[in-house]
């Protein structure tokens, strides 16, 4: 219970991260009053947030934060390039101490030292002289709300909701300020008394400080907890009289209505019966660490695709009682039911794809801030045009997708875009553009990364592959402008001279297109000299269901991705030929390797005296390899199963299928055996 | 139950009884179609379609380095689950589940059966028989498998 209730601390805390990234950017481009208060309000939410889960690291360094925006705000002091820089390294900071609660369920020390400092001395007195020399670019006009009032609630919208849903089942909800003696010496153990007293009554949603500095005893004299509960004030007061070293206690009731909250739209769809159910679990949160298991993947899904997947299940069932209906040999009756089946098995499919689709925005909401952050390690001015962020991909393509592209936008900054003089130089505009665009294409989604930047140097490609002996200078001179371009996705290879932070380290585009051809995709490049280079990824709508070519070998039975497959052949055995020792056929004027499968595989070897040899050929990029198999089956839908962990490095074999028949076959992995 | 007692699946290869920590078993299936895997290591039989998941097998006679053995009308595969790997064991027979109390489980010495000790979490002592305790985790360990996989 403790997990889901992290499960949405972590979900939300990670909106709220992207949120600031995101105002921090426009921010520096497009000040305004609105964006400040955004930004204000995903700090002050994830602020008490992180108090509500006893996080302090987070809870320290969102207030402080919180007070630098707050004079901001107040335009006690203007935004420029430093405050934002401060800021954005403080959001890395919550980022990575989000990124270890997620991985170990608590937090790790991190050094905040530094940035603390710096957002201090900002806030600070050093700062303000500053800020009347530098014109504030911001133009702030809202009075500075006085805090600190009993009146004044400290509370996020999470515990907000659920203030509210309280007050809707007609309980009471009480703000109740303890205030210790001075000369209370255990001064937790006090507060733990406090605790259990007013367990009893109902549920205690929020404390300030929170529940771990309690018991650490990291407070004054004085705390403050919410309790929703059924009983009167003078219960409470009656109940706390037997508490002994209690000096004052103040009970003010909440009225959901007064409450001001950092209003911010994430979590809304969030069920507020699974805020209160996780009232229950409340106390226990701090304690949760101890025992934590990494939390789940979760979706998000739109409520009107998962009502869809539940009217046709009820199809189903209804369907299911048709069959049983079935008594005579009716065939009539029994194909049209088998028909109505298949209708509804092939919507299920469907539907259970768009539920797991998600739109590409989540992966291209991060690179505003990437390129961001390269414009000013490179010195260069670029501007990141998105298009097309509300196209769907699968859910497991998204979560791959994401390092390949940054990996591809920062070679088109480091190596595509010129420096400002060089671009004015050759008389383009002094800002460069990257251009990140998604869309769909029939049963694929492409994704394309351009720069107007100088293109690709081909002799520059080539001179590197010559001097790491890649390709020998015969080699060279028959090379096509596109296998050129394909030496660049070779391991180790870098075309920049000098190794920079950002590429040039030789670990590159080999890697992206490693991980896009495990994706079931393809990468392509085209360039213009001093116009641009562009990247164009073509991706499956989905990885789990595919079409495949279902073949023999031996006794057993394999499946081949129909997306990798050219055509098939049969040829006479005199057709085979013998090129440095592998065989070889051609095929209208092309040299065609074949790789035999029953001896890649290791299966029986059947009848050795046929006349004529099936051939698959496949494809691998530009390469064309014949597979020789035993026969062919014909092309099937199958659903792609992993082999798990255990078996997670088998050589040739990319998954598993289920066969009609309750069989397994398995699915070769073109890439691997050719 | 009191905290210290715990409960083993019973099986047998050859004449030796093991047992694993019932916590770690899934289920226990009746011998079913195999499809081999190619490149696996050799102690893997292949995978079977477990209800829609797909689950490799392992041969424990082999994975043992023991006497290959016909399949029988009492042969089982174990489904056992540690951390996220799911993998079938296939056995002579599962003949029943008993519980120990910890003060029956002695460390395991170094020659108690025919397998490594390394793989074995201890022996149990039975009224008149002795259980050898599986240390499944060890046993599916990926690093293990790798080397296994090279020699």
């Given at each position: 219970m403790n997990n889901q209730y992290l499960d949405v601390f972590l979900e939300e805390a990670k909106e709220h991260i992207e949120n600031l990234n995101k105002f921090l950017l426009q921010l520096e481009n497009n000040p305004s009053q609105e964006i400040v208060d955004e930004i204000f309000r995903s700090a002050h939410t994830l602020k008490g947030m992180s108090g509500t889960m006893g996080f302090t690291q987070l809870l320290e360094l969102t207030h402080e934060m919180e007070n630098l925006l707050q004079d901001i705000r107040s335009k006690k002091i203007g935004v420029n390039e430093r405050i934002i820089d401060t800021l954005l390294k403080c959001v890395d900071i919550l980022e990575e101490l989000i990124h270890d609660v997620e991985e170990t369920g608590q937090e790790q020390e991190r050094d905040l030292q530094l940035v603390m400092q710096m957002l201090k001395d900002k806030s600070g007195e050093s700062f303000k002289g500053q800020m009347d020399a530098s014109q504030s670019k911001v133009e702030i006009a809202e009075e500075k709300k006085e805090k600190?009032?009993?009146?004044?609630h400290n509370l996020n919208e999470y515990e907000e909701r659920i203030i509210r849903k309280a007050k809707d089942q007609g309980l009471y909800i009480w703000k109740i300020k303890v205030t210790l003696v001075d000369?209370?010496?255990l001064k937790s153990a006090r507060a733990f008394l406090v605790f259990k007293n007013l367990e009893t009554f109902g549920d205690?949603?929020?404390?300030e400080p929170s529940v771990q500095d309690i018991e650490d005893e990291k407070f004054d004299n004085e705390f403050t907890l919410y309790l929703i509960t059924s009983k009167s004030k003078d219960d409470i007061s009656r109940a706390l009289?037997?508490?002994?070293?209690?000096k004052n206690v103040d009970v003010v009731n909440v009225d959901p209505d007064s409450i001001v909250v950092s209003n911010d739209?994430?979590?809304?769809?969030?069920d507020p019966i699974e805020s209160v159910r996780s009232l229950e679990s409340k106390q226990q949160n701090t304690k949760a660490a101890n025992n934590f298991k990494k939390t789940t993947k979760t979706l998000r899904v739109d409520i009107e695709r998962l009502d869809n997947l539940m009217n046709l299940v009820s199809e189903l069932i209804i369907i299911k009682t048709r069959l049983e209906d079935?008594?005579?040999?009716?065939y009539q009756t029994q194909r049209e039911t088998v028909e109505y089946l298949e209708r509804i098995t092939s919507n299920l499919h469907d539907a259970v794809m768009k539920a797991r689709m998600v739109p590409i925005e989540n992966v291209f909401n991060r690179f505003p801030r990437v390129v961001h952050d390269l414009s000013r390690e490179l010195s260069k001015k670029i501007n990141l045009v998105i298009e097309g962020a509300e196209t769907e991909l699968d859910r497991t393509v998204i979560d791959e997708i994401g390092d390949p592209l940054i990996h591809l936008i920062r070679n088109a900054a480091d190596h595509g875009i010129e420096s400002p003089q060089e671009r004015i130089k050759k008389g383009k505009p002094e800002y460069g553009t990257i251009n990140l665009k998604a869309y769909q294409d029939g049963n694929n989604v492409i994704i394309e990364v351009s720069d107007d930047?100088?293109?690709?140097?081909l002799n520059g490609v080539l001179a590197k592959a010559l001097e790491s002996g890649r390709v020998s200078k015969e080699q060279a001179k028959n090379l096509k402008d596109y296998e050129i371009i394909s030496?660049?996705?070779?391991?180790?290879?870098?075309?920049?001279?000098k190794v920079t932070d950002i590429s040039g380290?030789?670990?590159g585009l080999d890697v992206v297109k490693t991980k896009i051809e495990s994706l079931g995709g393809s990468i392509e490049t085209t360039f213009v000299k001093d116009k641009g280079t562009t990247f164009q990824i073509r991706l499956p709508l989905t990885l789990a269901i595919i079409q495949a070519l279902m073949v023999s070998v031996g006794n057993e039975k394999y499946a081949i991705p129909?997306?990798?497959?050219r055509e098939t052949v049969i040829v006479a055995k005199d057709q085979i030929k013998t090129v440095q020792k592998r065989e070889v056929i051609m095929l209208r004027g092309n040299v065609i390797p074949i790789v035999r499968l029953n001896e890649a595989l290791d299966t029986e070897k059947l009848?050795?005296?046929?006349e004529d040899l099936t051939l698959v050929i496949v494809k691998k990029g530009e390469k064309n390899v014949g597979l020789a198999v035993d026969g062919l089956i014909g092309q099937q839908e199958i659903v792609i199963k992993s082999l798990g962990k255990f078996l997670n490095?088998?050589?040739?074999?990319a998954g598993a299928t289920i066969l009609g028949n309750g069989e397994v076959a398995l699915i070769l992995d073109i890439n691997k055996l050719v | 139950m009191a905290d210290n007692i715990r409960q083993f699946v019973e099986f047998k290869l050859g004449q030796e009884e093991y047992g694993i920590?019932?916590?770690?078993?899934k289920t226990i299936e009746r011998m079913m179609p195999i499809t081999r895997v190619p490149k696996?290591?050799?102690?893997?039989?292949g995978v079977i379609n477990l209800r829609g998941e797909i689950v490799p097998v392992i041969d424990l006679r082999k994975r043992f380095d023991l006497p290959a053995a016909e399949t029988t009308e009492n042969t089982r595969i174990i489904i056992v689950s540690v951390d996220d790997i799911t993998v079938g064991m296939i056995v002579d027979s599962a003949t029943e589940v008993v519980q120990l109390s910890q003060e029956a489980i002695e460390p395991a010495p170094?020659?108690?059966?025919?397998?490594?000790?390394?793989?074995?979490d201890g022996v149990g002592k039975l009224e008149g028989k002795l259980l050898i305790l599986l240390n499944v985790e060890k046993l599916l360990k990926p690093q293990e498998i790798d080397e296994l996989a090279q020699i």
């Open positions: 600190d009032s009993l009146d004044l000369e209370c010496l205690i949603i929020k404390t009289s037997s508490v002994s070293e209690l739209d994430s979590g809304k769809e969030l079935i008594k005579d040999n009716n930047g100088k293109g690709i140097d030496l660049m996705f070779e391991p180790g290879f870098s075309t920049s001279s380290r030789g670990v129909l997306s990798s497959i009848d050795e005296h046929q490095d088998i050589k040739f074999i | 920590d019932i916590l770690q078993v696996a290591p050799k102690f893997v039989e170094p020659i108690t059966s025919s397998i490594d000790s390394d793989y074995l």
